[in-house]
């Protein structure tokens, strides 16, 4: 982290408009959020409370209207569309719902690809493979694995890489209770290693895997 700086991610008084003129919703209201080396926060609410537009602010996939964006102390929050992309390679990893994998590359094609659009040499990919319980899979095209097993690759492709940031929303919504604990022990694991992250749900239960949990409701934290 740059000197003085105690976070990885830091959102400072952060606010988002969408639409227009009359039709203008206050989707973020000066939130402030800071994630610890080391640590998942869980962010609860329901549909329509803010989450999503809290992971596109903090995951740099939408600028906010005031406020500032902080990655290890620098302000992120008004890169040009390609800084942004730069900057999500190297440092943001986003786990979604939908594991999202690339269905013609293999597991370690799929991990890869984040280094690979960034010219950087791909190594770790058994490692990262590991990491997350699919040693000697990496050969497998998603087809070919369980649902749990391809969200398990999209945390090790959100990680790979000098990335230390992890945003996850909802990363369980479409696994079983049995699988979905695993896919949360191990992005518990990761983060306990080393990583920070925000977990957003609208499910106590997931939220409980977190080491703190805040509760957001019409664009604001409660």
């Known amino acids: 982290m740059s000197p003085g700086s105690r976070y990885p991610l830091e959102l400072q008084s952060v606010s988002c408009l969408l639409g227009s003129g009359e039709r203008t919703v206050i989707a973020l209201d000066e939130v402030s959020l800071a994630v610890s080396p080391g640590e998942l926060v869980a962010v609860v609410g329901p549909s329509g409370s803010g989450k999503s537009t809290l992971l596109h602010v903090a995951g740099l996939l939408r600028?906010?209207?005031?406020?500032?964006?902080?990655l290890e102390g620098v302000d992120v929050s008004h890169l040009t569309r390609a800084r942004a992309a730069e900057a999500r390679r190297r440092r943001i990893g986003l786990v979604?719902?939908?594991h999202n994998l690339i269905p013609t590359?293999?597991?370690a094609e799929n991990i890869?690809?984040?280094l690979e659009l960034d010219?950087?040499?791909?190594?770790g990919i058994e490692e990262a493979l590991a990491g997350v319980g699919l040693e000697g899979m990496g050969k497998r095209f998603p087809d070919e694995i369980s649902d749990g097993q391809s969200q398990?690759?999209?945390i090790a492709r959100a990680l790979i890489g000098p990335r230390t940031v992890l945003l996850a929303d909802e990363p369980t919504g479409d696994l079983?209770?049995?699988?979905g604990n695993l896919v949360l022990s191990t992005l518990r694991r990761c983060i306990d290693s080393g990583g920070s992250g925000?977990?957003?749900t609208h499910d106590p239960e997931v939220a409980g895997w977190a080491h703190r949990i805040v509760r957001i409701r019409d664009g604001r934290l409660v």
């Open 176 to 179: 079983d209770l049995t699988t």
């Open 63 to 70: 600028p906010p209207t005031s406020g500032r964006v902080l």
């Open 119 to 123: 010219n950087t040499r791909a190594t």
């Open 96 to 98: 979604f719902q939908s």
């Open 152 to 154: 398990l690759a999209a």
């Open 105 to 107: 590359l293999t597991l």
């Open 198 to 200: 925000l977990l957003l």
């Open 112 to 114: 890869a690809l984040p």
